[in-house]
């Protein structure tokens, strides 16, 4: 008898159709069709390329196609609501690891009575920026979740070689060509949409850390406006803020290193 096209799939993956899938994984079908888990991998892909172009910020993570990975087709309720009391689980274990190994490293670096020392205000600048540094990193990952960080996320500075520990811990140093530019010319009047849409995204990066408020004097400001990010029949997905560095000369002086791409005449 002609096999099916499943059957003949299987066949090529060196299994047989009745045992597809195996007792590899978690086991969540039944009955209710099985799924080829390349399609799946596709269908992933498809949807975070849709994403990156016209998704909202604030849409949901797509949950139910990594679901459907792991159980191999389509998850019953029970399972489902089982996979996300697993990535609750793996989150708290993840926390109190994290917890674990920062202890370690301030214990090794600062000595056992390392917290009577970081509520010492006398205490030395680098002491002081590894405090700080910590309590971001134990307060962003109590908050965030298995998929999303809400609250934003730091780089784990202490898990990077010990030469690069400083620049990790305090960012690239931005450098410059020339003096930096001394332009303070206010923002122009905002249309009252555009105002509210950037009131949103502004207020997201300061939830999240990714600006804070500068203890100086600020000698540029920068302007910034809203421009559609993905439209669908005609309706605008989202907006994405620019920052226009260039209105203010910053982009002409601030030196960046030349990552060397090949061009045309270099290939021939």
Request: proline residues 6%; charged residues 30%; positive net charge.
């Amino acid at each position: 008898m002609e096999g099916t096209d499943e059957d003949d799939r299987a066949k090529e993956n060196g299994r047989k159709k009745e045992d597809y899938g195996g007792d590899e994984g978690i086991e969540c079908n039944e009955g209710d069709g099985e799924i080829e888990e390349d399609e799946v991998l596709k269908a992933i892909k498809k949807a975070h390329d849709l994403a990156k172009a016209v998704k909202s910020d604030d849409a949901e993570v797509p949950k139910h196609l990594w679901d459907i990975v792991v159980c191999r087709g389509p998850p019953s309720p029970e399972h489902a609501k089982a996979l996300s009391t697993l990535r609750l689980f793996m989150m708290r274990i993840y926390r109190k690891r994290l917890w674990w190994e920062i202890r370690s490293y301030m214990q090794h670096n600062h000595g056992a009575n390392w917290l009577d020392r970081m509520r010492n205000p006398t205490m030395n600048r680098n002491t002081a920026e590894e405090a700080k540094g910590m309590r971001d990193i134990l307060w962003q990952a109590s908050e965030n979740e298995w998929f999303q960080c809400p609250i934003g996320s730091r780089l784990l500075f202490f898990c990077f070689p010990r030469r690069y520990h400083t620049q990790a811990l305090r960012g690239v140093r931005i450098m410059f060509t020339d003096k930096g530019p001394s332009s303070r010319r206010q923002q122009p009047p905002l249309k009252p949409n555009a105002k509210q849409v950037l009131r949103n995204k502004v207020k997201k990066f300061l939830e999240r850390r990714y600006v804070t408020p500068y203890q100086g004097r600020i000698s540029s400001l920068i302007k910034y406006f809203a421009v559609p990010k993905g439209i669908i029949d005609g309706v605008v997905q989202d907006w994405r803020i620019v920052f226009h560095a260039g209105a203010n000369k910053l982009n002409d002086v601030v030196w960046a290193p030349s990552f060397g791409l090949p061009t045309v005449n270099s290939l021939l």
